[in-house]
């Protein structure tokens, strides 16, 4: 098979080919990391754009995602307000992968390969758009609902309770959001403040708390689950309140 080549003069991206050559990766992890590293500086992602320039769907995107996640070419990292409080969440696009180290050192983290074309560096190694990156990276500030990444819990808790989470609440969020079985634990956890708004709880922090753990304990691991669950809940709950008037009518009264 040959290789057809275009005159560069316009339209075209420099890149590293280190994770075009990774063969831990697929072809749609490469091809969305092409595309990523294609945009300008400081380019902000969102899951939906970013699907629809592609007829793979949602699926394969999330999957790809993924694989890029896993081997440290997309990583996240928590942002932080002047008090040190936690206030979402920062997603960097690597050109060569990265993993971060227990003293949050970001450790380059290449392919073991054997090709020599990998291993050979050339000056236009490190750019993208023909503008030297420094570290080798994009920086991608992450918009919450429909950015590349997921919405912000404390963001909501906030809009939803006019006050910031409790620090303990806050940290249980960081526990379901890295150890938790749940497939999209940021989207769960703002529908359960969403949920927890309407009833207007005592304790609002308490309240969503044991929710998260009942909808952990029931087995309800992705979004879709949990509305579906929701909306049952709603009708059950509406029939047993249509009963309970039935049943208070005065009949010898008519």
């Not at 304990?217 to 909306?231: A, I, P």
């Amino acid at each position: 098979m040959g290789v057809i080549r275009v005159h560069k003069n316009s339209n075209y991206v420099v890149m590293s080919k280190v994770g075009l050559h990774d063969d831990r990766l697929s072809w749609k992890a490469k091809g969305l990391l092409a595309y990523m590293l294609s945009m300008p500086d400081d380019w902000t992602f969102y899951n939906e754009e970013l699907i629809k320039h592609s007829p793979d769907g949602s699926s394969t995107f999330k999957a790809a995602m993924k694989e890029l996640r896993e081997y440290g070419y997309v990583v996240r990292e928590k942002l932080q307000d002047e008090k040190g409080r936690f206030v979402g969440w920062e997603t960097i696009v690597y050109e060569h992968p990265v993993v971060i180290d227990e003293d949050n050192r970001r450790v380059e983290n290449r392919p073991s390969v054997n090709r020599q074309s990998v291993n050979r560096q050339s000056e236009n190694d490190q750019l993208l758009n023909n503008k030297e990156l420094n570290n080798n990276l994009l920086n991608n500030k992450e918009i919450m609902d429909d950015d590349m990444e997921k919405p912000n819990p404390v963001t909501e808790y906030e809009k939803a309770f006019g006050h910031f989470p409790p620090h303990t609440l806050i940290s249980e969020f960081n526990e379901w959001i890295e150890k938790s079985q749940f497939v999209e634990p940021e989207e769960i956890i703002c529908e359960v403040i969403k949920r927890a708004r309407e009833q207007i709880p005592r304790n609002p922090a308490k309240y969503v708390s044991k929710i998260l753990k009942d909808l952990h304990y029931l087995g309800l691991f992705t979004l879709d689950s949990v509305r579906e669950y929701n909306e049952k809940f709603d009708q059950q709950t509406k029939h047993k309140i249509g009963k309970a008037k039935v049943s208070e009518i005065d009949w010898e009264a008519l």
